[in-house]
């Protein structure tokens, strides 16, 4: 696959994502990488390729220094830009896994659940009336 790195979903971009990455220089083009493309069907081969390392070695390195895969990494990134748009869009959750980079909504479910141990609409639904709440608390302190 080949993958610009000029490209970006703003529409999924949060401030957010600035602080999920390790600051780590050995790093750094590999987070990039990820920051810049996750929206697309990336896999460890796309970030190894583009760093101009084996994706054995890449997978070595990144869990050595993160404790984490690069696909944890990558699925870490999906999920920020999810919860975005689930609360700041009422667009289909369908829709919503192919802007973050999934080819099949139902693997997006499934990532999903596992992410956060419940479903799509079931959380922008609590985190909906949340927010209400918190906002209406802010307009009571007002007062």
Not at 52 to 72: E, W
Not at 94 to 122: L, S
């Amino acid at each position: 696959m080949v993958i610009s790195e000029s490209s970006s979903a703003d529409t999924t971009r949060t401030s957010a994502s600035e602080f999920i990455f390790p600051c780590n220089p050995q790093l750094s083009n590999v987070f990039h990488f990820i920051e810049n493309n996750f929206y697309l069907p990336i896999t460890l081969v796309d970030v190894a390729q583009s760093v101009a390392y084996s994706p054995a070695y890449l997978t070595d390195l990144v869990r050595r220094q993160t404790g984490k895969t690069v696909q944890s990494w990558i699925i870490e990134r999906r999920m920020i830009a999810a919860r975005s748009l689930l609360l700041e869009t009422s667009e289909k959750v369908e829709q919503i896994a192919g802007k973050v980079g999934y080819q099949h909504a139902v693997h997006f479910f499934r990532q999903f659940r596992q992410y956060h141990q419940t479903t799509p609409q079931a959380w922008r639904k609590a985190h909906q009336i949340s927010s209400r709440r918190e906002l209406c608390t802010l307009e009571c302190i007002k007062k």
